[in-house]
């Protein structure tokens, strides 16, 4: 069961409990609709869209000059300022 399974800190990931993880974002005071779409591309195993958002959405952020250790289902995603896990709910 992974529809429901979005990358989020313990607190959040409370927080969202059982409703649909991209419901409960676009409520949240931090959401942003180019993560969303990361988190989209996430889901949907496309990496590198992943980053390539996420580099939009935080231009700060740099490319690793490392290649990927994390599988596609245990990536750290930023939903809102930090790097978390990926929960089940």
């Given at each position: 069961?992974?529809?429901?399974?979005?990358?989020?800190?313990?607190?959040?990931?409370?927080?969202?409990?059982d409703a649909?993880?991209?419901?409960?974002?676009?409520?949240?005071?931090?959401?942003?609709?180019?993560?969303?779409?990361?988190?989209?591309?996430w889901m949907?195993?496309?990496?590198?869209?992943?980053?390539?958002?996420?580099?939009?959405?935080?231009?700060?952020?740099?490319?690793?000059?490392?290649?990927?250790?994390?599988?596609?289902?245990?990536?750290?995603?930023?939903?809102?300022?930090?790097?978390?896990?990926?929960?089940?709910?």
């Amino acid at each position: 069961m992974t529809e429901n399974c979005v990358p989020a800190c313990l607190a959040c990931n409370g927080h969202k409990s059982d409703a649909d993880a991209f419901e409960w974002y676009r409520r949240q005071r931090f959401y942003d609709p180019r993560r969303a779409m990361a988190i989209r591309a996430w889901m949907d195993g496309d990496l590198r869209l992943a980053m390539r958002l996420l580099q939009w959405a935080n231009p700060q952020l740099q490319p690793q000059r490392e290649p990927q250790r994390h599988t596609p289902a245990s990536a750290p995603i930023p939903l809102h300022g930090g790097m978390f896990q990926p929960q089940a709910a």
